[in-house]
DNA sequence: AATGAATGAGCGTTCATTCAT
DNA sequence: TATGAATGAACGCTCATTCAT
């Protein structure tokens, strides 16, 4: 019985072949995790994944092709854990939305933040690091959509889009490599906000022009 | 009187050994700007520098400390930028003072803006990097100090200086690697500032508790 | 019946990697007896053995485990000629005895002499040479285990069997060197045989305290 | 004055010459004692001996010079030490002369007995090293002559001496190695004498052809 | 003479990739 | 298809030797 003739096994090459697909890019995060990417040769990979190189090179044209897809993926998580909260922004008070944001963004560099580390800091700047630059522009052109529709900083949307996606995004980034614990600590998330929130929402003072005569205006901050 | 006769030849042996040293980390910082890490072979360099290996290795005892000595003097160079203009600060008003320290920080990531995408991108997080780190550190430490000073943020100054300082070196590598013009645009610096004003001297309504009910105020943001 | 059907391979992926081994540390061997420890190159031997560098690695993790190997090789070879005749003198009458130890200590030093030259004489003293003094301790407890046996040199049968030990071995050693004819000339065993039988079976004068007495007998040998 | 025109050095030169050379000498004993051949390099040589490899190369052509002269040296103190003892040989009944040529023997081996091993078990086999070789003949030869002299073993006397003096030889280094301290107890000087004694002035009965019968003669030496 | 910075051939070793089985 | 032994270009580094000073 059992086993016999009839093994109604359903796209079995495919499954099989997507398990070891998967089994590499585990191994692969794997040894960038514990060893290095000095150490992450592609030996290491198959041997840790269970597969002969010989199959690991089926699968992947060549080492960069590994990389990439792994960063790939890591990125699409990143991705996806932002967006996810993303859609009950609409119609939130300004205040809430930027605390959901900000929370979305600190969600998404929870996703693995020690690949996340790895990636961003012993990468040799091959190929698959596109994938990051990918996300990276896509976060910045989501964020001047949402000043545009909501109106805010209207005298350049695009440019405050992009100074503040780039200073939260390297924010977290020096917050992971420098010190992780802080991106689960309430606190944090409370900074974010406020960073966006201010910076998107200036007292009218620092509006446009505005802000030059402030320049001049002279309060003194000296120690 | 005096230095009469014999007196023209200054150090000869070290003049030689210090334009040796500087050629072959001029020539390092050009092959990894040309090439890429991946190319980065010590024959290359020194083949670049126009000195053989052997001389490469009288000077670095690795190819580790050769780029540990590159960074060290990038950062160093990024370093002094920065404190050229900070005495400066010392009982300017608060606005021309983030004016300049912002001035500052663009200044230090001026130098060699190339150099700093490749050694923040490319480079293996080996031995010589902890200088980069260093660099960090001291600006979190030299941002506490200031807020500290001036009484600013007074609920949380460590924390402040480190989101300030992370956040606005993040846009800076940021927007060097995907938009290298954008530093010199007056309207650049103008957004640190106000970053960096707003981020520092929120509106009251934001102070401490303040912010929590804030949240709550519920303007609609929405699109 | 069993080993019907399917049996002819004999583990072909073992004996194909039995194959290469044994072609490298032939090619050692050759090389070592061709061009020299200083021409001994881990290159050279893989070209030599007909295989790629990556291969020689593949088996042997160093070139001292290289060396190591045919050293262990080498002296296991010796050590097997040596035993080989060795069962046979127990119950043998002294004369015969001695001739046959003889004999096997000849036998032993037969093996390969040009490699054993080679591998005293030229080899560093890294880490593989253990195997020979290994083999050379092996004989020196034997022989003072054979001599406690017959109750040969009662007085100290340890120091005889190392100062036997030690210069026949370096008889043969030099021999090799110096004259390696000499090792398949029967006089040449007649020699070692006769030394071993005087040295350990001293008439009585020479015996224990006698010695002393002997020495002040004044028999003139001056020329 | 003084140092005006006439200075009398004599041989200055010759004199400084000298001291180099011997200071470079000593220099490359104490590194291949401290360091073994592998660290061997003219380099740290040079750096020892607190001169420059310039003037290394100046005195030695080339390391295999440098090596060959140390090797020489070690072996024309040997020499030294060795027929020191001999002239007085002669005359002695042969007792006290065989205990005599044993303790010159000894002597011999007495001086660096640490350099005589590295010299022995590390050295690749390259030019220098035939001076050993030089003096292990005219030890064979010494022997022979002594042999013919005092009509011992008349048989055959050159074939006796080679045996014994590779011999005494290869239980003397092969002590240095494994037991350099047994070289200084007495107990050692009377193996080494007993052994002397005996092979060279055999009973009786081991004389010439005598030698087969007693092969045949059958006492049981067995356990 | 003496110096020591400079040279560069060549070493041991690695590892991405291939291909016979 | 899967395997993993085999490949070999290329790397980091050493050190005997040279030569401008």
Redesign the interface.
């Known amino acids: 019985m059992a086993r016999s003739k009839k093994n109604p096994r359903r796209k079995p090459v495919q499954g099989r072949a997507q398990a070891t697909v998967d089994a590499i890019l585990e191994a692969t995060a794997q040894v960038l995790l514990e060893e ?3 150490d992450l040769t592609t030996n290491a990979v198959a041997k840790r994944a269970g597969v002969s190189v010989g199959s690991l090179y089926q699968y992947f044209g060549n080492k960069d092709a590994l990389i990439g897809e792994l960063v790939r993926r890591h990125v699409g998580a990143m991705r996806d854990a932002f967006l996810e909260t993303l859609p009950g ?11 959901l944001i900000g929370d979305a963004l600190l969600q998404a560099h929870r996703v693995d933040p020690a690949l996340n580390q790895v990636l961003h ?6 190929g698959g690091l596109a994938a990051i ?1 990918a996300f ?2 896509e976060l910045e052109q989501l964020a001047a959509q ?1 000043l545009r ?2 109106g ?1 900083r209207s005298d ?1 949307p695009e ?2 889009a ?2 503040l996606t ?6 977290m ?3 992971i490599r ?2 992780p614990k ?1 991106l689960d600590e309430p ?2 998330l ?6 966006m ?3 998107l929402e ?2 009218e003072r ?1 509006q446009s022009l505005a ?1 030059a005569q ?10």
Do not use: C, H, W
């Open positions: 290095g990417y000095a922004v609409v119609g939130l008070p300004k205040a809430e939305a930027f605390a800091g012993q990468l040799p700047r091959v630059d990276d522009t949402v529709a909501r805010m350049n440019l405050a992009r100074v780039r200073s939260l995004s390297g924010l980034r020096a917050t420098r010190e802080l606190a944090f409370e900074e974010v906000t406020l960073l929130d201010l910076y200036p007292p620092y802000f402030a320049r001049a205006s002279g309060d003194d901050i000296a120690s």
